[in-house]
């Protein structure tokens, strides 16, 4: 099978067992991503609005919610145009761009999530020499790092899984994920498999970062009330959306790696959709109302609008 961009297109086969409901997954879908992106493009204005949030956690936190609307927006207006649709098809050049923002999506999740540990680490454990290391010029280099870093991993994967040369179409998932794509190929994935297995030891290796800072920022913690205290306000958000993102991705790799079977179609679509709604939407509700800075200055923000509107 030739794979030319113009002429082949793949079958996805997420929603053969929705037919029934599309309307009411439609709608759900849809105030789903309305809400993603409001609240989201929302705390987004509010940080940059607000020079007190001009911090180096706060600028990690924005571009969180910015990686999140990058994330949604690559999953949620082709699923809900499938959703209107009797045939669940993307062309070659669509899925590619859909593997390249949602890989980017994943990896800038993961890079910015282990800046965030390390920038809570000399927060916490390092609190004298705090602005003397997280300077803003380290922050901008840090931020710019993480996309640099994101991009140019999916870079190479993208162009990696392009020179296949593929004997299927068809996709059990309700997106194009890479891995789905591979498994189509006809030819040696062998490089593509010793490139993913880099990625993986890559990203395995922030986790142990993470995993690092952590033990020292607990231990830090228990030294003294105050610093308690910073840890419940600022680390716990941190934890909880690290943990809520890394199981439920470890958890679709696994599935799409090792489930097959057209019972388990329904557990693929909900672990292949979790860290692509979950987390943009939780990340604002647990960064902008649980965090004292940011939910002032959104308060004041309204105020202020609401005034100048009466």
Known sequence: MENFSKEFVFVLHGLNDSKTNKHIYFAFGLVIYIVTLFVNFTLIITIILSKTLHEPMYLFICNLYVNGICGASAFYPKILADLFSDSHVISYTGCLIQIYIIYCYIFCELTCLTAMAYDRYVAICKPLEYHNIMTHQKVVNLLVFIWFFSILEISVG??????????????????????????????????????????????????????????????????????????????????????????????????????????????????????????????????????????RQLVKILRHSVMVIQ
């Open 158 to 295: 993208t162009a990696l899984t392009s020179q296949l040369r593929l004997c299927g179409n068809d996709i059990d998932k309700l997106y194009c994920f890479n891995w789905d794509v591979v498994k189509l190929s006809c030819t040696d994935v062998t490089v593509n498999n010793v490139y993913g297995y880099i990625v993986i030891f890559t990203h395995v290796f922030q986790a142990v970062l993470i995993i690092i800072s952590y033990i020292r920022i607990v231990r830090a913690s228990m030294k003294s009330k105050t610093e308690r205290v910073k840890f419940m306000q600022t680390c716990i958000p941190h934890l909880i959306t690290l943990m809520n993102f890394t199981i439920s991705l470890l958890l679709d790799l696994m599935c799409a790696r090792y489930g097959k079977g057209q019972e388990l179609q329904a557990l693929r679509n909900i672990l292949g959709i979790e860290f692509l709604v979950v987390p943009p939407l939780l990340n604002p509700i647990i960064y902008g109302l649980k965090m004292t800075q940011i939910r």
